[in-house]
């Protein structure tokens, strides 16, 4: 009897624990009847191949949210590069998610159209950019469904990703025509921006002096990326943005969220903007009030 009462109670301490556990990651499509411009590829299968993914023509969010325990109300959309012809969905998706989740962070990871896919007529600045425009409204549209705090909503991008994520953060948004469904009426600009060896598609940016906050990180050797993300930041400190950037030594492109190379330092980026999260008080709620930052000495 009392090793029955000893399994009994193991089972319900083992069940108290996966209540606790956040749920399964979940895919929603941002346009259930098709997106804008693809409508005559509505409902075609994505192709997958290991860990890459392309042909998508229906532009989607898998949710990755954080434990309940610690969940903060903060929330990123996250936009994987892969040069506009693939999505790295992995390693810059839902790795990057799992490591903001890890913060209390609850993760969206876009699935975007690829403009140098095939011939489906796509651009980065129309069809592509519009995908993170429309993931933003619809995140804010969700919010209290989600948990989280529609003023303490970010942007994320990698390589490509991250061109996307300066083209909606750094630009003017576009002239806005007649609205298809209420989430369109949402903001579109992210509060703050993430951006990891971003492209130099979006640069230099048009709208700095409006820009959101930026965390921006690259490898000192990378020959795409690393001019850009410095011109960059240089820009946006120029016109009075917060902004924090990070070159890892001996570095070039595509080191994901640290695991992709050897430099212990690089291993910790992540680390590095779990802190400017921080500073920036992105992941303390702030019961409506937009966060102030760190006060000045």
């Given at each position: ?157 990698f390589s490509a990703g991250g061109e996307l ?63 850009p993300t410095l011109a960059l930041y240089q ?63």
């Open positions: 009897m009392k090793r029955f009462a000893i399994a009994v109670g193991a089972l319900l301490l083992g069940a108290g624990a996966l209540a606790q556990q956040p749920p399964a990651p979940q895919q929603v499509r941002l346009w259930p009847d098709g997106a804008p411009g693809s409508e005559r590829r509505h409902g075609e299968p994505e192709n997958v191949r290991d860990v890459y993914i392309s042909n998508v023509h229906d532009p989607s969010l898998t949710v990755l949210r954080a434990d309940p325990r610690h969940a903060n109300g903060a929330a990123v959309v996250v936009a994987p590069g892969g040069g506009h012809r693939m999505l790295v969905f992995q390693n810059e998706g839902v790795v990057a998610a799992k490591a903001l989740n890890r913060i209390g962070v609850t993760a969206f990871v876009l699935k975007y159209r690829l403009a140098r896919d095939g011939d489906a007529g796509y651009t980065i600045e129309g069809h592509a950019a519009a995908d993170l425009r429309r993931a933003l409204r619809w995140v804010r549209a969700h919010a209290r469904e989600y948990g989280v705090d529609p003023q303490r909503l970010g942007a994320m991008g994520v300066t083209l909606v953060a750094d630009h003017p948004q576009p002239v806005a025509g007649a609205r298809r469904d209420a989430i369109d009426g949402f903001d579109a600009r992210p509060d703050f921006q993430v951006l990891v060896y971003p492209g130099p598609g979006g640069m230099p940016a048009t709208n700095a002096k409006d820009a959101p906050p930026a965390f921006l990180v690259a490898g000192s050797r990378d020959e795409c990326c690393m001019p820009q946006l400190v120029a016109a009075g943005v917060s902004a924090e950037l990070h070159l890892y030594a001996d570095t070039d492109h595509a080191f994901n969220m640290g695991q992709r190379g050897e430099r212990v330092s690089l291993q910790h980026w992540p680390d590095r903007l779990a802190d400017w999260l921080a500073d920036g008080g992105w992941l303390v709620p702030h019961n409506g009030r937009k966060p102030e930052g760190v006060p000045a000495p």
